[in-house]
């Protein structure tokens, strides 16, 4: 049996863009002064460290499950 390169879907650009959008839906009750990047707000480093980590599982849980099904 031929074994086909495993791939990775895009899993982790749609956490990205679902964090986006909730992120969209906030600011209007923040009531930053400027943008949130500019800020010196604690969600924004919160938000860093949640792509980063949604990034890294929304790659890493399909591999897993490919790999669970080939065996």
Avoid: T
């Avoid at 749609?14 to 500019?38: C, F, R």
């Amino acid at each position: 049996m031929d074994r086909q390169p495993v791939r990775f879907g895009g899993g982790g650009l749609v956490a990205v863009a679902l964090i986006g959008m909730a992120v969209e839906a906030m600011l209007p009750y923040l009531h930053l002064e400027g943008s949130l990047a500019s800020s010196q707000h604690p969600l924004k480093y919160v938000l860093v460290a949640a792509i980063a980590i949604c990034m890294v599982l929304g790659s890493w849980l399909p591999l897993l499950a490919v790999n669970r099904f080939r065996h």
